[in-house]
């Protein structure tokens, strides 16, 4: 450091803009670009990114940082950090600059607000909030402020306003989104999907907590209150279903046993001007072997969810593996059966001239 001439927060920040520029050169600068349409929703897809890249792509148990973005006066960001890991914040300073340039062609300045302590679930956090100014160019007022900040504004949009003319009525609602669940402030749940409603027998429960159906798993350092979730509406949520399905369910004494409970993964959006918050899900499976275990079918998935391709085209890589490990393989099966064959030849032809030796 001393013969850089740089400190270790300068350092930290090179790192930063380092990671995104290797991000870009191996691979990943097509999902990047297609990531967001500008900065403000790029770090708001940043929890969701960290979650594939850990936990789906790479299958790790480390614990990335999170982050919550909001606008910050008249042209501004304030962006909070929470990470388990001390020290490594000015990192972030980095990533942002030079996300800015490379993805949105803008130069933006990264101050640090505070930085302090905070408890949580899982232990202590570190929380720095920073601020992130734009250019002239992308300021409040200038043509392309849109590249910084969310600019959009649905509640002035006539298509957005259409509850006096909807025609979609709860029930359709059910069956359209039929994992979905949707509570109150208190978390006392008001209406749900017609799968979990149907499955886990909910007809005859007329209070059900959030809590007494789940239980959060991601965010995992938050506690599942009604102001947290309401902070954390840019955070993909997963959550376990605490009981087994009616399909789950096993007879006295057999012994096939309920093991994998059903993971629902979505996200949350406020209703009647913050008053209710639904969370519209699907089953967290990525192969047939998931669904298997879950006793659950494909058919039980809207033909307009994702996870049905998904788990689908997982099948496909599954068995084109399979194919090419059972095709590699297969010489070397023939050399070995070939071998095994002359070697019994060997041992027969041995023991024939040891027979003739002897009546000789």
Avoid at 28 to 36: D, I, P
Avoid at 131 to 147: C, I, T
Avoid at 252 to 272: D, H, I, W
């Amino acid at each position: 450091m001393l013969i850089l001439g740089l400190s270790v927060d300068d350092m930290w920040e090179m790192y930063g803009e380092f990671l995104i520029t290797y991000a870009c050169e191996t691979g990943w600068q097509k999902m990047l670009f297609c990531m967001a349409n500008n900065l403000q929703e790029f770090l708001d897809n940043l929890n969701s990114m960290h979650y594939f890249i850990d936990k789906i792509a790479f299958k790790s148990e480390m614990k990335g940082p999170t982050f919550q973005c909001e606008p910050f006066g008249e042209s501004g960001l304030k962006l909070h950090y929470f990470s388990f890991r001390q020290g490594l914040f000015p990192i972030v300073k980095g990533l942002v600059r030079k996300t800015a340039r490379l993805l949105f062609e803008m130069d933006v300045k990264v101050s640090m607000l505070e930085r302090n302590q905070e408890r949580r679930k899982s232990g202590m956090v570190e929380h720095v909030i920073f601020s992130v100014e734009p250019d002239d160019n992308h300021r409040k007022g200038k043509r392309l402020f849109h590249k910084f900040r969310n600019t959009k504004n649905y509640d002035s949009s006539p298509a957005y306003n259409l509850t006096k003319s909807m025609l979609i009525g709860l029930r359709d609602f059910k069956n359209i989104f039929p994992y979905h669940v949707c509570f109150n402030k208190q978390m006392v749940i008001e209406h749900i999907g017609i799968y979990l409603f149907r499955e886990y027998g909910l007809e005859y429960k007329k209070t059900l907590k959030v809590s007494d159906l789940m239980q959060l798993v991601q965010p995992s350092d938050i506690q599942l209150t009604y102001k947290n979730v309401l902070s954390y509406l840019n955070t993909l949520f997963i959550f376990q279903l605490k009981h087994h399905s009616k399909r789950n369910e096993v007879q006295e004494g057999s012994s096939e046993a309920f093991q994998q409970p059903l993971v629902l993964k979505g996200e949350m959006r406020p209703l009647k001007d913050g008053n209710s918050i639904i969370f519209i899900c699907s089953p967290h499976v990525t192969t047939v072997r998931d669904i298997l275990n879950l006793k659950l079918y494909i058919s039980d998935m809207p033909m307009h969810d994702a996870t049905r391709d998904l788990v689908m085209l997982n099948q496909s890589r599954i068995c084109q593996m399979e194919l090419k490990y059972t095709a590699d393989i297969q010489p070397f099966i023939k050399v070995k059966v070939q071998m095994g064959k002359s070697t019994i030849t060997v041992i027969e032809n041995h023991q024939n001239q040891r027979k003739l030796g002897q009546s000789k």
